[in-house]
C-alpha cells in the first residue's frame, strides 16, 4: 500500500508563488512516475503536471511556463512549485503515483494509470 500526503495549499494572492509537496511511503517511490492533479468547484479533474521515474515532465498547456514538478527521491516527496497563479488555479490539488516508472503522453494525462491518490490540498487564488 502507498500513503501520499500533499501540503503546501492556502490562500494566495493573483501573481504569487506556492510550492506544494506531496510525501510518499510505502514503496520504492524512486521506481514510479508522479503527478500532480487538480479538480475546481463544479469541474471534473484534471491533470496539471507528470514527472516520468527517468525524469521526464509533462505539463497542462494552461499551466506551462507557470508551474514547475520535481522530486526529491531521498525524501520520498514530489513537488509542485506554482508561480504566476492565477484565480482560475483555486482548486483542491492532488498527486497521484502513477502505475509505472515510465509514461509519455496519453499515458501520463490518464487518471486511471495513476493507482495511488492524496487527500488533497486547497489551493485558493484571489484576485
Known amino acids: 500500500q502507498v500513503q501520499l500526503v500533499e501540503s503546501g495549499g492556502g490562500l494566495v494572492q493573483a501573481g504569487g508563488s506556492l510550492r506544494l509537496s506531496c510525501a510518499a511511503s510505502g514503496r520504492t517511490f524512486s521506481n514510479y512516475a508522479m503527478g500532480w492533479f487538480r479538480q475546481a468547484p463544479g469541474k471534473e479533474r484534471e491533470f496539471v503536471a507528470a514527472?516520468?521515474?527517468?525524469?521526464?515532465?509533462y505539463y497542462a498547456d494552461s499551466v506551462k511556463g507557470r508551474f514547475t514538478i520535481s522530486r526529491d527521491n531521498n525524501k520520498n516527496t514530489v513537488y509542485l512549485q506554482m508561480n504566476s497563479l492565477k484565480a482560475e488555479d483555486t482548486a483542491v490539488y492532488y498527486c497521484?503515483?502513477?502505475?509505472?516508472?515510465?509514461?509519455?503522453?496519453?499515458?501520463?494525462?490518464?487518471?486511471?494509470?495513476?493507482?495511488?491518490w492524496g487527500q488533497g490540498t486547497q489551493v485558493t487564488v484571489s484576485s
Open positions: 497521484a503515483a502513477h502505475r509505472y516508472y515510465y509514461c509519455s503522453g496519453y499515458g501520463c494525462y490518464r487518471q486511471s494509470e495513476y493507482d495511488y
Open positions: 514527472l516520468t521515474g527517468g525524469g521526464g515532465t
